[in-house]
Each structure stands twice: as structure tokens, then as C-alpha cells.
């Protein structure tokens, strides 16, 4: 996947796109006023803000099905989370990863599996019994607090090599990328 599509930046609303934001300061209890630019501090001067990319899975809904469930491919939140940035080779058994779990608020999950093949029933007619199944991947994650588990499919957009700006840009996302070196 192209770096664009990983990495979606928006205008930085604090600053409207400057970079710079005019601070008034005073000075000689408040005779002397004046308005100085100041490095705006919520895009770091950039005038962008990186932003993830939502959820194609439940199409930034969260949720999926009649059942309404939780999209396990973002976790519900409807946009990519740590887990789409795992590099596929980090994608075994013991690596953790910024993740909450719904059922105790722990946050971190872990991964519990490696990559498994299996078939995904798409649809079928009842009367032919005619199933249209595709191959997918998945892992299974588990918390490692109390031990809840569930199946991610992967999706072939994400894990893909991580470059340093691509790290560096996660950073800026507030995405913490040290889950790539607790591996068990
Ligand atoms: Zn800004
Ligand atoms: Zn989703
Ligand atoms: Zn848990």
C-alpha cells in the first residue's frame, strides 16, 4: 500500500494549516503588548496533522453485521489502530500491541497465533447450498490480563514494511511503536 493511503494528513485546525500561531504577550505589567508567532505546538509547526485511516472493514462505523458487533479490525473505533501498522513480519505469537480490551480496560493485547489460513463463507443459496467462500488470513489476539480472544482478519492494505518515516510519522500519530520489540 502507498504511503498516502496509510498515511491520511489533514489541515491542522488549531493553527489553519500555518504552522504558526500569534501569541499576544505583554510585558511592564501589560503596558507593552505585542502579538509574536510562536511554532504552533499541535502540529509541531508542520500545518498538518497525520491522521488514520478509517476502517474499510465496517466503513468507519465500528461496528459490522445485523448483530451489530465490534469490527475486530479496528477494534470499534472505526479508524486503524496499532495493529494495521504491524509489519507482517512482527505478526507472531507474543508480540503486543497498543490495543484495549473491552472486556477488563487493559491496554495492551497480544498476538496468540500465527497467520492462519481459513475460508470465509461469503453467501449462499439455501436451496443450492452453493457457498461462495473466499481465503482469508487471520491471527487470533488474546489480553494477555484476562485472557479474552478473538480472531483479526488481516486486511492486505496493512502490514506492509515500515520505513523510519513511516515510524516517525506513527509517533506523531501517538501511536506507541515499542510494541514491536516486546516480543516474547
Ligand atoms: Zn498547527
Ligand atoms: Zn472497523
Ligand atoms: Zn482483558
Not at 96 to 104: A, G, I, K, S
Not at 119 to 133: A, I, N
Not at 174 to 179: A, E, R, T
Request: hydrophobic share 30%; with cysteine; proline share 3%.
Amino acid at each position: 500500500m502507498g504511503k498516502e493511503e496509510m498515511f491520511v494528513t489533514r489541515q491542522c485546525r488549531y493553527c489553519n494549516g500555518t504552522g504558526v500561531r500569534m501569541v499576544e504577550t505583554s510585558s511592564l505589567f501589560g503596558l507593552i503588548r505585542k502579538q509574536v508567532p510562536l511554532s504552533c505546538e499541535m502540529c509541531a509547526g508542520a500545518g498538518s496533522t497525520f491522521q488514520a485511516p478509517s476502517c474499510k472493514h465496517c466503513d468507519g462505523q465500528g461496528l459490522i453485521g445485523n448483530e451489530r458487533e465490534v469490527c475486530r479490525t479496528c477494534n470499534g473505533v472505526g479508524h486503524w489502530d496499532a495493529f494495521a501498522y504491524i509489519p507482517r513480519d512482527h505478526l507472531h505469537v507474543g508480540t503486543l500491541f497498543d490495543r484495549r480490551c473491552d472486556q477488563c480496560d487493559h491496554n495492551r493485547m497480544e498476538i496468540a497465533s500465527e497467520i492462519e489460513e481459513y475460508k470465509q463463507v461469503l453467501s449462499w443459496e439455501k436451496e443450492e447450498e452453493l457457498r461462495s467462500v473466499e481465503h482469508a488470513e487471520r491471527v487470533k489476539v488474546r489480553c494477555p490480563s484476562c485472557s479474552h480472544s478473538y480472531y483479526i482478519k488481516l486486511d492486505a492494505d496493512s502490514h506492509g514494511d515500515l520505513t523510519p518515516d513511516m515510524v516517525e510519522a506513527l509517533e506523531k500519530l501517538g501511536i506507541d511503536l515499542s510494541y514491536m520489540y516486546q516480543a516474547r
